[in-house]
């Protein structure tokens, strides 16, 4: 055990077959090499929150057991998003002797981790959707809920959505890459109740979304253009949608109306839609609604996204440009300790 650096080289000693997926900004799965390679050091967190990497790890051994075990665990990271190395020591002292004491314990049947500081517990929408991820990709079948969700979406009208689980829209949702589910989605979609709805686009942020369902959401917000909650649903609906152009006309949209003032939706399109922050037009649009809203919500968000290395040359490209509003030299200058008149 004491040989033992890395969750990594745990999972692999005891003799377990493992799956890494992050969990900071939507459900993405990440390769064995690469979640390594973060643990090392070696590479910096490809999608940092909070000055930290979060990781569900799904592990099983099908030789000792047909169970499956789940552990959500935090990394600290350093200003350039790479994992501080006293901080995966203090983890493995904490953790990985504590498991050479719990696991397989009569006590602890679901292998869970001792309560330590580098362990979470996401909301239950991220729960049930990494539930349906994680069977999906062990090729088991989806939960008891997803027959009776699947029915009402066939004929809404006849069953009351209230009865439905979140756990079956989450096990629809896993299902979106083939056509069929797509095709009963578009079909449909307008058709259901608001609060299903919303609870689709929340599971969706966690999927692949073809061109479409993409157009089928925007399209959705556009006949509702001043419902803030339909808007904030359409952004997490499109957090992982392929259809960049379209989305990147839809975001310029949202930035030049009376919407984007809103606090809440400046932190969804950073939280679910970073990656267009490298259209300059996006980017400038974006930071300079940021720096209006005031400039502790500026430092906040900034500071978090800087870390994020897709965009961070675009963020930091932010800090030399030539002509600043009042406002954003404000904030620039709250962001390095300064005082700006």
């Known amino acids: 055990m004491s040989n033992i650096d890395t969750i990594s080289e745990f999972l692999l000693h005891a003799g377990t077959d493992y799956r890494i997926y992050d ?13 390594l390679d973060i643990e090392n050091g070696l590479v910096p967190a ?3 929150r909070q000055q930290h990497a979060w990781f569900g790890i799904l592990f099983f051994n099908k030789q000792a057991s047909k169970e499956q075990y789940i552990w959500f665990v935090k990394l600290p990271l350093d200003e350039k998003g790479l994992v501080i190395p006293a901080g995966r020591q203090q983890f493995l002292q904490i953790v990985v002797e504590a498991l050479g004491q719990y696991l397989e314990n009569e006590n602890n049947p679901n292998n869970q981790l001792p309560e330590n500081p580098f362990t979470f ?20 079948p989806p939960s008891a809920h997803f027959e009776q969700f699947k029915n009402y979406l066939e004929q809404p009208k006849e069953h009351d959505w209230k009865n439905l689980a979140i756990q079956g829209v989450a096990d629809f949702c896993a299902t979106i890459s083939t056509s069929d589910s797509t095709e009963l989605l578009i079909n449909t979609f307008n058709d259901l109740a608001p609060e299903i709805q919303n609870a689709l686009c929340s599971s969706l942020e966690n999927h692949e979304v073809n061109s479409k369902l993409c157009m089928q959401l925007i399209d959705w917000q556009q006949e509702k253009t001043n419902d803030l909650q339909r808007l904030a649903a359409t952004l997490r609906g499109l957090c992982q949608g392929v259809d960049k152009p379209a989305i990147t006309s839809f975001l310029h949209q949202v930035l030049t109306s009376s919407q984007s003032e809103k606090l809440d939706i400046l932190i969804l399109i950073a939280a679910r839609h970073w990656s267009y922050l490298n259209d300059q037009s996006i980017l400038k649009m974006f930071i300079q609604r940021l720096a209006d ?24 490209s932010i800090l ?7 406002q954003l030299t404000q904030a620039i200058g709250l962001l390095f300790g300064q005082e700006s008149a």
């Open 293 to 316: 809203s005031g400039s502790d919500t500026f430092v906040s968000l900034y500071s978090d996204l800087v870390q994020i290395p897709e965009i961070r040359v675009s963020m930091l």
């Open 46 to 48: 490809p999608l940092p």
């Open 23 to 35: 969990m900071a900004r939507g459900i993405r799965p990440v390769s064995s090499q690469t979640f």
């Open 320 to 326: 030399r440009w030539p002509d600043k509003s009042p």
């Open 121 to 140: 517990v996401p909301n239950q929408n991220q729960l049930a959707d990494f539930n349906s991820i994680c069977r999906t990709s062990l090729e088991l």
